[in-house]
């Protein structure tokens, strides 16, 4: 239950307990009263026949002498010289007045005083009628205060969805007017996105601007590296600047992915033997040598960019080999291509938040820079593919990338 059904029953529920105890308090109050005027009642009709009875001898208004119903404890007050009422319960209760008039005679009146009085069922009827529509409406007007209130924790809930997923913060979605403690949150957010937004944006640009500077110095060193007189010198600087040029134009594809820059040329290919190219041309790339590739089923046909899928597959591969242990294999089944090598496996940070730039997991799974399936996650994202990362069934890491399928051709008419 959200937060708007949870504030509509709770207010339901205090409403109806509050009628239940006003309710109870009217009928009780109501009850008294009744027995009071009841008995004032009787006290006046025995202060009456008293009279009667005093100045003419006889019995008048219903009044009785040493009446044998009397109620004891009604006789023990007068008894005691007093006069007294009182009301009496049973089979046939009644309403009672007596005093003693000399001679040990006790002069007493009384009435029917029946349980359920037509005024009172009736007070009873019009309290539970008006409570039940007290609980009714106040369940329809708290139901309306939360559903506002939950629409804008959604709002701000949603935007901070859309931050977290890379977009720019909608100050109109965050912006909430008022001072309760639902605007306060918005407006927190969004200060607290604008402020993320701007250094997130900040460290593309850095990004950029580094990888830009560092790509002429870069050739610069590859092109000078052929001039040194020695091989071996030339062999160590050549194999340097080649590893900088690959982080140089490394950080210039994550610069432009998280730039969102980046889009896809989808075509209709078929999926194993793009995948068999693919791994023809890895072979001596970033240590691959032998792959295995099986193809279960039928080849089908996806809608994707081959170069882009050429790119995950070459860094998903080098990581296997640089990481993992041989052998490693390609399975392509339908739309989906399962890449598995048989070392220890993906640490679980890696499996549980996804690859990070510049963390390459463990010192003992190898050296690099961390950007190959930081990569691969982001050209994933550009060709609207899923990438996992997991553990194979009896061990080793395990890569799972599903491929939109190819929309069928239209129908001849």
């Known amino acids: 239950m959200g937060i708007r059904g949870r504030i509509a029953l709770a207010i339901s529920f205090v409403t109806a307990l509050a009628v239940v105890f006003l309710g109870v308090a009217v009928h009780h109050i109501s009850g008294l009263e009744r027995g009071r005027q009841a008995m004032a009642f009787q006290d006046e009709l025995l202060s009456s026949a008293l009279q009667v009875y005093q100045r003419d001898g006889t019995l008048a208004l219903g009044a009785q002498l040493d ?10 007050a007068v008894a005691r010289g007093e006069s007294g009422t009182y009301i009496s319960t049973g089979g046939d209760p ?7 008039v000399g001679d040990d005679k006790v002069l007493s009146v009384s009435a029917s ?17 008006a409570g039940v529509a007290t609980v009714v409406l106040m369940a329809v007007v708290a139901w309306f205060v939360a559903q506002s209130l939950s629409r804008r924790l959604r709002r701000s809930a949603a ?3 859309r931050i977290a997923a890379g977009e720019a913060p909608d100050a109109e979605a965050l912006a909430t007017g008022g001072r309760d403690e ?6 927190s957010v969004h200060h607290m996105a604008a402020s993320l937004a701007a250094r997130v944006e900040a460290e593309r640009e850095f990004t950029a601007d580094v990888a830009h ?3 002429t110095p870069v050739a610069g060193l590859v092109a000078s590296a052929e001039l040194l007189p020695h091989p071996r010198a030339v062999e160590m600087v050549r194999e ?3 590893t900088m040029r690959v982080l140089v134009e490394d950080l210039l594809e994550v610069s432009r992915l998280d730039a969102g ?13 793009l995948v068999h190219g693919i791994v023809k041309r890895a072979r001596g790339q970033r240590g691959v040598e032998d792959v295995a590739v099986e193809v279960v089923g039928e080849g089908r046909i996806v809608a994707t960019d081959a170069r882009r899928v050429e790119r995950i597959l070459v860094n998903v591969l080098g990581n296997a080999a640089k990481h993992g242990k041989p052998p490693i294999e390609i399975r392509v089944e339908g739309t989906r291509i399962v890449v598995r090598d048989h070392g220890d496996g993906y640490p679980p940070e890696l499996v549980d938040q996804g690859p990070r730039r510049f963390r390459t997991a463990a010192p003992e799974r190898g050296t690099g820079h961390g950007l190959g399936l930081t990569i691969a996650v982001g050209q994933a994202v550009v060709l609207g593919a899923s990438l996992e990362f997991g553990t194979a069934e009896g061990g080793g890491a395990q890569v799972v990338l599903d491929l939109p399928e190819a929309d069928p051709p239209p129908a001849e008419g």
């Open 67 to 76: 009446d044998s119903a009397l109620p004891f404890a009604l006789s023990q």
């Open 94 to 100: 009644r309403v009672w007045a007596a005093t003693g």
């Open 113 to 129: 005083y029946p349980d359920r009085d037509p005024l009172q069922t009736a007070l009873d009827k019009a309290l539970v009628v």
């Open 159 to 161: 935007a901070a969805r």
């Open 182 to 187: 639902v605007a306060e949150l918005g407006r």
């Open 213 to 215: 500077e560092l790509r």
């Open 240 to 242: 340097r600047a080649q």
């Open 261 to 273: 820059r980046e889009r896809a040329q989808l075509d209709a290919v078929e999926l194993p033997s």
